[in-house]
Structure formats: structure tokens, C-alpha cells
């Protein structure tokens, strides 16, 4: 079969391959490094000069970058920015009335696609290069794009030399035979999205992690300042023989390897090789990750499948929250009615680390946060603060970790798991949330004074 041919008959320019999308239709960006870059550039364009072309609905998630086309400025009249998960690029667009968060587990997402959405009108990706084989690699997202890539009228790709090529056993590419155009990007430099600075906050979390995770062990890590204090931490640790299965794949994965500490030796499956289905941060990633044989790309719906999750021994689950309350309710997605993120894998993984054999979830958060008159907000509060979504419920809730502490909140009745919350709070601020705490019926008078 030559490919090649194949390749060329499709293969067009931006300007000519938006010229399929038309009013009224859903147009998916697909997602994170994966948002197309000149075909947005392109659509923006056409949309400036055709002003009859409205009513489009684009999904996407994890941004960035801005989409061009939201910096039209009519955009709010003319489309929607549907966000499986957003950033802060996608929490501006909600704030300017462009972007609607999407509520779902990101675990769901492949189902959701093929059972649900059934059909999208055009769906833009930007992919590595084709292989011999005729394929396109998803590279940094595997995600749900083989499923979008089902159920879409018109495939577009958007060729970037750029793009690391992540293995994998299935659905982390897709053929030029389903493949309606080709586009050769100008093979720009994959967006980064580096870890941030890590606080002394962060790395007094991290120091009270680190010690309850055994050697062997299975990790899964988020994004932000407290994951990668404890993967730094990790990296100078002795522990040894630690496995990788994450929803997403970031910078402090590289460093534990490099440290020695990652083997995957002992995984039940996937033996030896870091699971993820996204990953995003900075060039030291995207060069590790490419064509790396240890490196394993997969669909959402497998790797943060519950079941999967709690078939790997002592997994060590680890994840940012915004609120907890004193009933143990986490809430991560929003600070009130305020949005910030999403639901993601979180309540995956928080399920599948308890299932698994030894396995521990760990939620963390600073005790506080400033506000702009230099007071302290305590993130821990007696209830979720009014319109806060609650993304892994009290019964779910494992171990909260703040500066202040790491307490077990698993099966404790409502009086006990009031006197842990509040023993890792802020000191200045334990007073208060006792007296709270009386009034809602959950503090008893045995209850020691934290």
C-alpha cells in the first residue's frame, strides 16, 4: 500500500482545509498540547472576513494556549468553547462568557464520545508525523481522540515535526485511511506548561507524604507546586522499584527516573513501563517521552479505570484540592461559584488507590490561603463555601494532608473526622471551626482541644 500517495492526495493548506467547517456545526480541538495551532489561526482568519459564519460550538480541554478564534471580538456572539477540563486560559474565557465547563469524569470521556456526543461535525488535531505504517501519533494525548476520531464527519491533522511520539498498545493514533486532510504545520515548538516553584508549604506536604510510600509502590501524581515537591522529594529518597500509572504525565516523572528510582519492576501489569493518557510541561518531558520504550501511552478509560487502578498494588495516589470541610467533603473543581478546573481523574483515583492492595489516596492542600488584605482564608471551612462543587464526597476521602499534618479520615464517624480536619487547620483558626463544628452536632465534649 503506499501511504504516500495517500498522504499527498489529502494533503492541503490551512486556509483551504477550514473552508468544511460551516455554520451551526461542532468543531473539536481535541486536547491539551493537542489543540491544532495553524488551523485555529486559519478559522479565526475566515471568521474575521466572513462574518455570516456563526453558531459554532468548539470542545476542547486543558488549554495552553488561547485559541485564536476566542479572541474574536464578537467571539461571544458568534461561538462556544465547551472545556472537558480547564486552565486558567479557559477560566477567563468562562469569566468573559465564552467558555461552559463540561461535568464529567474525565475517565468517562471515551464513552461519553462514542455513546453521547455520536457525532462531531469537523475535529481538528494536531499529531506527530505519519509513520510507514500509515499511522499519525496522538503523541501527548492519547485522552479520548481515537474515540472523537470515530464519530467525526471530517479528520483533519495537523503534522507537527514536533511532536514526541508516545507508545503504546492501543487507540494513541489514528490511520491516513480515516484521515479526511492533512495539514503540515510550520513545526513550531511544542507548548509548555512547566511545574511552578515549589513553596515551603508545598515541600512541608511533601515531607509528611513521602515517608507513607513504600518501596514498589505504584504512583500517580497531579500538576502544581505540592505534586512535585513530592516527586523532588521522591528523587532524593531511597526508595526504589517504583512503578508509574498517571492520568497525566509530568516534568517530576523525568527526574525520578533519572534518579533511579522508577523500575516498574513489580507492577502487576504494564510491568516496566509509566502509564499516562496526557502529559504535559516542559521540553526535558517531550524529549523523554518520545519513542521511549518504558513510556506507555494509553486511552483515558484504561488508565483511569477504576478496576485497572486498584489491580496495581500499593498505589499512591496524590492530588491538589481548593476546599475540604469538616465533614471531609472535597471540593476541587470550584471556590464557590467560581470555576477552577474540573472533576478530572481525581475521584478515579481516589476509588482506585483505596481498592488497591495497600493502597493510599492522599488529598493536599495549604491550611490557608492569602486573601488581597493580607489576612489568611482557611481552606478548611465548616461547609463547603456556598456553590462549591464537591468533587470526592466524605465517604471517599482517604487522608488529608496539610503544613500542618497528614491525618486518616477513612471510616471515621463524624465527631472523629471533625477533630482530625481540624487538628491540620491553621492554629490560629482552630477555635473557630471547633465552635462551628459544636453548632453543626459533630463535635463531642470527649473531643480533645487540637
Same mark, same amino acid.
Given at each position: 500500500?503506499?501511504?504516500?500517495?495517500?498522504?499527498? /492526495?489529502?494533503?492541503?493548506?490551512?486556509?483551504?482545509?477550514?473552508?468544511?467547517?460551516?455554520?451551526?456545526?461542532?468543531?473539536?480541538?481535541? #486536547? $491539551?498540547?493537542?489543540?491544532?495551532?495553524?488551523?485555529?489561526?486559519?478559522?479565526?482568519?475566515?471568521?474575521?472576513?466572513?462574518?455570516?459564519?456563526?453558531?459554532?460550538?468548539? *470542545?476542547?480541554?486543558?488549554?495552553?494556549?488561547?485559541?485564536?478564534?476566542?479572541?474574536?471580538?464578537?467571539?461571544?456572539?458568534?461561538?462556544?468553547? +465547551?472545556?472537558?477540563?480547564?486552565?486558567?486560559?479557559?477560566?477567563?474565557?468562562? +469569566?468573559?462568557?465564552? $467558555?461552559?465547563?463540561?461535568?464529567?469524569?474525565?475517565?468517562?470521556?471515551?464513552?461519553?464520545?462514542?455513546?453521547?456526543?455520536?457525532?462531531?461535525?469537523? !475535529?481538528?488535531?494536531?499529531?506527530?508525523?505519519?509513520?510507514?505504517?500509515?499511522?499519525?501519533?496522538?503523541?501527548?494525548?492519547?485522552?479520548?481522540?481515537?474515540?472523537?476520531? /470515530?464519530?467525526?464527519?471530517?479528520?483533519?491533522?495537523?503534522?507537527?515535526?514536533?511532536?514526541?511520539?508516545?507508545?503504546?498498545?492501543?487507540?494513541?493514533?489514528?490511520?491516513?485511511?480515516?484521515?479526511?486532510?492533512?495539514?503540515?504545520?510550520?513545526?513550531?515548538?511544542?507548548?509548555?506548561?512547566?511545574?511552578?516553584?515549589?513553596?515551603?508549604?508545598?515541600?512541608?506536604?511533601?515531607?509528611?507524604?513521602?515517608?507513607?510510600?513504600?518501596?514498589?509502590?505504584?504512583?500517580?501524581?497531579?500538576?502544581?507546586?505540592?505534586?512535585?515537591?513530592?516527586?523532588?522529594?521522591?528523587?532524593?529518597?531511597?526508595?526504589?522499584?517504583?512503578?508509574?500509572?498517571?492520568?497525566?504525565?509530568? %516534568?517530576?516523572?523525568?527526574?525520578?527516573?533519572?534518579?533511579?528510582?522508577?523500575?516498574?519492576?513489580?507492577?502487576?501489569?504494564?510491568?516496566?513501563?509509566?502509564?499516562?493518557?496526557?502529559? !504535559?510541561?516542559?521540553?526535558?518531558?517531550? %524529549?523523554?517521552?518520545?519513542?521511549?520504550?518504558?513510556?506507555?501511552?494509553?486511552?483515558?478509560?484504561?488508565?483511569?479505570?477504576?478496576?485497572?487502578?486498584?489491580?496495581?498494588?500499593? #498505589?499512591?495516589?496524590?492530588? +491538589?484540592?481548593?476546599?475540604?470541610?469538616?465533614?471531609?467533603?472535597?471540593?476541587?473543581?470550584?471556590?464557590?461559584?467560581?470555576?477552577?478546573?474540573?472533576?478530572?481523574?481525581?475521584?478515579? #483515583?481516589?476509588?482506585?488507590?483505596?481498592?488497591?492492595?495497600?493502597?493510599?489516596?492522599?488529598?493536599?492542600?495549604?491550611?490557608?490561603?492569602?486573601?488581597?488584605?493580607?489576612?489568611?482564608?482557611? *481552606?478548611?471551612?465548616?461547609?463547603?463555601?456556598?456553590?462549591?462543587?464537591?468533587?470526592? &464526597? *466524605? !465517604?471517599? &476521602?482517604?487522608?488529608?494532608?496539610?503544613?500542618?499534618?497528614?491525618?486518616?479520615?477513612?471510616?471515621?464517624?463524624?465527631?472523629?473526622?471533625?477533630?482530625?480536619?481540624?487538628?491540620? $487547620?491553621?492554629?490560629?483558626? *482552630?477555635? /473557630?471551626?471547633? /465552635?462551628?463544628?459544636?453548632?453543626?452536632?459533630?463535635?463531642?465534649?470527649?473531643?480533645?482541644?487540637?
Amino acid at each position: 500500500m503506499d501511504y504516500q500517495a495517500k498522504y499527498q /492526495e489529502k494533503l492541503t493548506t490551512a486556509k483551504e482545509a477550514v473552508k468544511v467547517v460551516k455554520s451551526g456545526d461542532w468543531v473539536d480541538y481535541s #486536547f $491539551c498540547a493537542n489543540h491544532p495551532v495553524d488551523l485555529d489561526k486559519a478559522l479565526a482568519e475566515r471568521m474575521k472576513e466572513d462574518s455570516s459564519l456563526k453558531d459554532l460550538k468548539f *470542545r476542547g480541554g486543558i488549554a495552553l494556549w488561547q485559541p485564536e478564534v476566542t479572541k474574536l471580538e464578537d467571539a461571544p456572539g458568534r461561538l462556544i468553547w +465547551n472545556s472537558i477540563h480547564t486552565t486558567g486560559i479557559e477560566r477567563k474565557l468562562i +469569566n468573559s462568557g465564552i $467558555c461552559y465547563y463540561v461535568p464529567i469524569r474525565y475517565s468517562e470521556v471515551p464513552r461519553y464520545y462514542r455513546e453521547n456526543i455520536k457525532h462531531v461535525d469537523v !475535529a481538528f488535531i494536531q499529531v506527530a508525523p505519519m509513520d510507514k505504517h500509515g499511522f499519525f501519533n496522538f503523541g501527548l494525548s492519547s485522552s479520548h481522540l481515537a474515540a472523537l476520531c /470515530e464519530i467525526s464527519d471530517t479528520v483533519v491533522v495537523e503534522v507537527n515535526e514536533n511532536m514526541p511520539v508516545c507508545l503504546g498498545g492501543f487507540e494513541v493514533g489514528v490511520h491516513i485511511d480515516d484521515v479526511d486532510m492533512v495539514v503540515e504545520s510550520s513545526n513550531r515548538p511544542m507548548a509548555e506548561m512547566p511545574s511552578g516553584k515549589t513553596s515551603e508549604i508545598d515541600e512541608a506536604v511533601a515531607k509528611l507524604i513521602v515517608p507513607e510510600i513504600p518501596n514498589g509502590a505504584c504512583l500517580q501524581l497531579g500538576i502544581g507546586g505540592m505534586p512535585n515537591a513530592v516527586g523532588s522529594l521522591i528523587a532524593k529518597s531511597d526508595l526504589k522499584d517504583l512503578g508509574v500509572h498517571t492520568e497525566m504525565y509530568v %516534568d517530576s516523572f523525568v527526574d525520578i527516573t533519572m534518579a533511579g528510582k522508577i523500575t516498574g519492576k513489580r507492577k502487576s501489569i504494564d510491568k516496566g513501563r509509566q502509564v499516562f493518557t496526557f502529559g !504535559a510541561g516542559t521540553q526535558k518531558l517531550y %524529549d523523554f517521552v518520545d519513542a521511549n520504550p518504558s513510556i506507555m501511552a494509553a486511552p483515558v478509560d484504561y488508565v483511569n479505570d477504576i478496576d485497572v487502578i486498584a489491580s496495581l498494588d500499593n #498505589f499512591i495516589s496524590i492530588n +491538589n484540592t481548593v476546599e475540604v470541610d469538616l465533614f471531609g467533603q472535597v471540593a476541587s473543581e470550584t471556590g464557590g461559584t467560581r470555576h477552577i478546573s474540573g472533576a478530572g481523574g481525581q475521584l478515579d #483515583f481516589v476509588l482506585g488507590a483505596y481498592k488497591s492492595k495497600g493502597g493510599k489516596s492522599f488529598i493536599c492542600c495549604s491550611s490557608t490561603v492569602p486573601t488581597k488584605d493580607g489576612s489568611l482564608k482557611s *481552606r478548611i471551612k465548616p461547609c463547603i463555601t456556598e456553590g462549591g462543587i464537591i468533587t470526592a &464526597t *466524605r !465517604a471517599n &476521602t482517604q487522608y488529608l494532608v496539610t503544613e500542618y499534618g497528614l491525618v486518616n479520615l477513612k471510616g471515621a464517624s463524624t465527631w472523629e473526622r471533625a477533630e482530625k480536619i481540624i487538628s491540620v $487547620c491553621h492554629p490560629d483558626l *482552630r477555635d /473557630e471551626l471547633i /465552635e462551628e463544628a459544636d453548632k453543626m452536632h459533630i463535635w463531642n465534649r470527649t473531643n480533645k482541644r487540637v
